[in-house]
């Protein structure tokens, strides 16, 4: 019971609590059931993000995140930067599935084989190319979502040239880092972004001064400790 001379809001902030589950349609155990994903428009995107750091997570972070949206029915486009696999991994990696079998959710890759600067036989001249085709393809999806305007409801199963609400250049800070591309383009790219879309950078282990000081959002994803360190190798699962 509520105390009405209770000044605290503690008793108020109770009553409001029990009812909420009570009506909450989880049958009292605290289990959510899962809705239809209709398509939607986002009411309040339109921020970039940066997520850098020589911690495991960036990408997955990022990923997180797109799944979270395409949940609620937005349209989610990753463009991958400088993950075009390697004979370490296998070329169909786990996020390709997950990502392909969800609704709004889409991803392509514009990484060479091989990794940069590993000696693995590619040159650097070959992953550069890939990575200016890649910042291509994301001046390309701009000016789709600026066209189609992010406040809108895409299809589910439209194609990313139709409009997206959150597009992830996943290690796009990575390939700048490393000289592929110029930074100045992608502080172009921050630039020309259109109002309401959700732009989400993400890879390298130096700061991205260029773009961290243009987003709204930015998080050092800092390692404490990596199996990498100690010889191990990319585990299916976790790391592909």
């Given at each position: 019971?509520?105390?009405?001379?209770?000044?605290?809001?503690?008793?108020?902030?109770?009553?409001?609590t029990h009812t909420a589950t009570d009506d909450a349609d989880d049958g009292g155990n605290g289990?959510?059931?899962?809705?239809?994903?209709?398509?939607?428009?986002?009411?309040?995107?339109?921020?970039?993000?940066?997520?850098?750091?020589?911690?495991?997570?960036?990408?997955?972070?990022?990923?997180g995140m797109g799944l979270r949206a395409a949940g609620h029915g937005y349209r989610v486009?990753?463009?991958?930067?400088?993950?075009?696999?390697?004979?370490?991994v296998e070329d169909v990696r786990g996020e390709y599935n997950a990502i392909a079998a969800l609704p709004?959710?889409?991803?392509?890759?514009?990484?060479?084989?091989g990794w940069h600067g590993s000696l693995d036989g590619t040159q650097e001249t070959d992953h550069a190319a890939r990575a200016d085709a890649g910042l291509?393809?994301?001046?390309?999806?701009l000016a789709a979502a600026d066209e189609a305007d992010p406040t809108t409801q895409r299809p589910l199963a439209a194609p990313p040239e139709a409009g997206?609400?959150?597009?992830?250049?996943?290690?796009?800070?990575?390939?700048?880092?490393?000289?592929?591309?110029?930074?100045?383009d992608i502080v172009a790219l921050i630039e020309n972004k259109p109002a309401n879309l959700e732009l989400v950078l993400t890879g390298g282990h130096e700061e991205p001064t260029y773009a961290t000081s243009e987003a709204d959002l930015v998080t050092n994803v800092q390692k404490d400790r990596h199996h990498f360190d100690e010889g191990g190798r990319a585990r299916k699962g976790t790391e592909f």
């Open positions: 019971m509520t105390d009405d001379n209770d000044t605290t809001g503690k008793g108020r902030t109770d009553e409001r289990v959510v059931e899962p809705q239809p994903i209709t398509p939607a428009a986002p009411e309040s995107f339109g921020r970039v993000q940066v997520w850098w750091g020589d911690g495991k997570g960036k990408t997955t972070a990022a990923m486009h990753l463009l991958q930067f400088m993950k075009g696999g390697a004979a370490s709004g959710f889409s991803y392509e890759n514009s990484g060479h084989y291509d393809r994301a001046r390309e999806l997206v609400h959150m597009l992830v250049c996943d290690e796009i800070l990575y390939a700048a880092n490393r000289g592929l591309i110029d930074p100045a």
